[in-house]
């Protein structure tokens, strides 16, 4: 009976098996025969849910199109954050491997920074040193020139210093217009040359 066949079942089949069952039907039905009716054939043209009936079979396929449409929603969304992680976690290893690298050159100049300073302080000790010992072996040369000569000095007669003196005076000055001797000073002068006349007075 055609109550007994799903409705999608017999529109996905068409007008042409219920045409047939209408007809075996028609054929063999008692009340027909009883009028004297006997149906010669059955034309069937179209088959056609009502629109009630359409809505209702379209629920489904409408709710399948949408889950799949959902599902490929959410499976786009999640395609894309799995791109958004994976970028980010590029940009992070990325961040990540500069920073080192910029750590690792701030050491290496801080390093090379106390090297140059380190090699600049001992070059400036070295200088240090050299200098206080040019200045240590001038100064040695000089208090040793300095004692010689008063060595030599020393031996001198009185007189002779005297002279010696005034020829150093004279020599650093251009003219003298005046001497001024005190009678202090001419007995002192006398009484030296008196001492030294016995050493220089000829045999």
């Known amino acids: 009976m055609p109550g007994r066949s799903p409705v999608r079942a017999l529109l996905d089949a068409g007008p042409e098996p219920l045409r047939l069952l209408l007809e075996a039907v028609l054929t063999e039905a008692p009340a027909l025969a009883e009028i ?15 629109s009630e009936l359409e809505r209702a ?36 290893a990325t961040r990540t491997e500069l920073a080192q690298r ?36 001038v100064e040695g040369a000089r208090a040793e020139a300095e004692a010689r000569r008063v060595a030599v000095y ?24 005046h001497v001024n001797l005190t009678p202090d000073l001419l007995a002192s002068l006398m009484g030296e040359f008196r001492r030294a006349a016995p050493l220089t007075a000829p045999r």
């Open 154 to 177: 020393r031996d001198l007669p009185p007189t002779t210093l005297l002279g010696l003196a005034a020829r150093e005076l004279a020599g650093k000055l251009d003219t003298i217009e």
């Open 36 to 50: 004297g009716v006997s149906p010669v054939s059955v034309r069937l043209t179209n088959l056609a849910p009502t």
């Open 57 to 92: 079979l379209q629920t489904p396929t409408f709710e399948a199109l949408q889950q799949k449409a959902d599902e490929a929603t959410f499976a786009r969304r999640a395609l894309a954050v799995e791109k958004e992680r994976a970028i980010a976690e590029n940009e992070l």
């Open 102 to 137: 910029e750590s690792g050159l701030i050491a290496r100049e801080a390093e090379n920074a106390r090297d140059r300073a380190a090699g600049l302080a001992q070059a400036r000790g070295l200088e240090a040193a050299a200098e206080a010992e040019r200045i240590r072996l």
